[in-house]
């Protein structure tokens, strides 16, 4: 498609379970970035790709966070034994290049219920 | 470190009027400002981009921003506001030594009819 697709765009799960939330950035991207927002927040950094290299993951929360890009395109943010504070919606974008001033094209985003 | 204030939680401005939400950086050097716009439900969609040069910026759906070394600030303007511009207004600050964005908590704007 023409823009970055996340899905399930809702997902509702009991405290304790893993979740995958996927990300397919725009054809040709190579920067994939994940970004997670609360409620009446603006978007906080978690981790970013360039390719399949996670260059940076210094905003993940704690090690039940865990990223992945293995071909470079297609990205899944996996959360293990989730918490009520992991309830948020959680978006992707992606950019051309790598380079910081590069504009983000962000998805739609998943938002996330913690039962 | 980077940082972005928004003063302004929420605008009620009238149709037709003019609109100015206030953006404030935090940043060492010459920073790369993003002012994004997004609509209940769904994800962020870019309005306008500084890197350098002239610091009056057009964007997308009749918006400007006016980057303001002195005073740290990248303020959106619009002269007419319309029903449509209704939504979550972020603006964001990007460093040339790092990937990150780092945004602003963001401004609700509400339109009177």
């Known amino acids: 498609g023409a823009g970055v697709s996340q899905s399930p765009r809702y997902k509702v799960a009991k405290r304790g379970q893993d979740v995958a939330l996927r990300c397919d950035p725009i054809?040709?991207?190579?920067?994939l970035f994940w970004y997670q927002q609360a409620l009446g927040q603006g978007p906080e950094f978690l981790t970013y790709f360039q390719n399949e290299a996670q260059l940076d993951k210094s905003g993940l929360p704690s090690d039940r966070f865990f990223a992945e890009r293995p071909e470079g395109s297609v990205s899944t943010l996996k959360i293990q034994r989730t918490q009520q504070e992991d309830s948020a919606v959680y978006l992707c974008?992606?950019?051309?290049?790598?380079?910081?001033?590069?504009?983000?094209?962000f998805g739609d985003g998943t938002r996330l219920s913690i039962l | 470190a980077q940082s972005v204030t928004q003063p302004d939680i929420h605008i009620t401005v009238s149709e037709g009027a003019s609109l100015e939400l206030r953006c404030n950086y935090s940043?060492?050097?010459?920073?790369?400002l993003f002012w994004y716009v997004q609509s209940p439900g769904q994800g962020l969609q870019l309005l306008l981009k500084y890197f350098s040069g002239d610091t009056l910026v057009q964007g997308i759906k009749g918006f400007e921003a006016e980057f303001k070394r002195s005073q740290s600030s990248f303020n959106l303007r619009k002269p007419s506001v319309h029903w449509s511009d209704a939504a979550e207004y972020f603006c964001a600050v990007a460093g040339n030594t790092g990937n990150q964005f780092y945004f602003g908590t963001g401004t609700s704007l509400t339109v009177i009819p």
């Open positions: 054809s040709g991207h190579v920067s």
């Open positions: 974008a992606s950019s051309s290049k790598g380079y910081s001033n590069q504009p983000q094209h």
């Open positions: 940043y060492g050097a010459t920073p790369y």
